[in-house]
């Protein structure tokens, strides 16, 4: 097969008119914000919708870095309790001393990186299948934390660490209130769209398509998968700044996290099994899904349905994608 051949596929994921675009997504956001507005009017402030997105940002950005793995025929199943772990350490390191934050906060981030290192290593180098590993990090990570801080979280975050998730611009001309995880969200989106748009992202889309045909040309597809889950854990070290700053320290940071990630992820029309989707999809996807939940919260309906929204849409997507790939 040509190289010419191997890239054709890739180039799907940048047309969103096509299937597997971002044009689906676009339309169920679309209709269920019509459903908001139905119910809750302010809901399009200025304010309160910045808010709101704010709140979806730690969602949106584990979304992005599940897309990086899931899209090279992996899962990575360690993200909730990684951040867990990451708030927990964080709290503990800090101790409330402001002076600390940011050697802490280079601290968190290299430890995304090691963790996202062992999760891609161990999957491609000892051939473990990826749900087990992240399952095992997963089992890891939540004892580890529990063992450290004698079952109860200690220490406390400094204010200049809350900020990233509690605080915001005040006053912004037309907008009002901007809160900072908005702009370190879509930073932090723009890059995840130049690496899919770099060759690297073409590479990771082929290794998904067909591994076999990857190695064949020449792809070190151990790191390349290796790279995915790394991204995958930077991000989920950010989505934990975020959280520690808007909820605080708790045990419970990062539960379930991991499935609304993959289920946004579905949702934005990336194939589970690799080789199709696009991160903006994927992103949107998690947008998608807590402005469902929101609708849920508006019209009383209970929040211990989540789980069960988030497996149907799984088990939807899983069927929608093997009819057509009949």
Known sequence: MTTEALERPTRRQFNPLK??????????????LVLVAFQQPDFFQPASLLSFIGRSAPLILLAAGQYFVIVSGEFDLSVGSLVTAQVVVAARLIDSDPDRTWPVVLVVLAFGVVVGLVNGLVTTLLKVPSFITTLGMYLILVGAVYLWSDGAPKGGLSEEFRRFGRRAFEDVPLLGRVPYALPILLGVAAVAVAITRADFGRTLVAVGDNMRTSELTGIRVWRTKTIAFVLSGVLATVAAILLGGYSG??????????????TAVVLGGVVLGGGRGSVVGAML?????????????FYGVSGALRSTVQGLIILLAVAVGALRRR
Not at 19 to 32: E, K, N, S, Y
Not at 285 to 297: C, H, R, S, V
């Open 19 to 32: 299937a597997g675009g971002i044009t689906p997504i676009i339309g169920i956001l679309a209709i269920l």
């Open 249 to 262: 320290v708790s045990f419970q940071a990062g539960v379930g996290l991991e499935f609304g990630a993959i």
């Open 285 to 297: 996807g998690a947008l998608t899904l807590e402005t469902l939940f929101a609708l849920m919260n």
